[in-house]
Nanobody, 125 residues
Framework: QVQLDESGGGSAQAGGSLRLSCIASRTRYSNYLMGWFRQAPGKGREGVAAIYTGDGRAVYADSVKGRFTISRDNAKNTLYLQMNNLKPADTGRYYC??????????????????WGQGTQVTVSS
């Protein structure tokens, strides 16, 4: 059972930056599909970005393209999300997700099996 632990959330003003981290433990395979998701109050979970840890290929939601960057450090089993030019609409609880590599990139939550507990991000205007 893969365990995921997020950190790095907090408060920021619009235009500011935050970096989220997700440490994966109890992994069985060398490479995974890993991603970041968020959920705002009263809304459903939204896929933000995902990455294939094998070669670093990534996919982003249109709402964050050009502002967020997903990356990974395989030696540290850590996934990152660098968030720049934050907007109030980015407010929500951010979750790290993982799955065995499916052969394609996706930010659809149904394709992810393992989840962290989440970390809160609040952006004020």
């Amino acid at each position: 059972q893969v365990q995921l632990d997020e950190s790095g959330g907090g408060s920021a003003q619009a235009g500011g930056s935050l970096r989220l981290s997700c440490i994966a433990s109890r992994t069985r395979y060398s490479n995974y599909l890993m991603g970041w998701f968020r959920q705002a109050p009263g809304k459903g979970r939204e896929g933000v970005a995902a990455i294939y840890t094998g070669d670093g290929r990534a996919v982003y939601a249109d709402s964050v393209k050009g502002r967020f960057t997903i990356s990974r450090d395989n030696a540290k089993n850590t996934l990152y999300l660098q968030m720049n030019n934050l907007k109030p609409a980015d407010t929500g609880r951010y979750y790290c997700g993982a799955a065995e590599w499916l052969g394609y990139l996706t930010i659809a939550g149904v394709d992810f099996v393992y989840w962290g507990q989440g970390t809160q991000v609040t952006v004020s205007s």
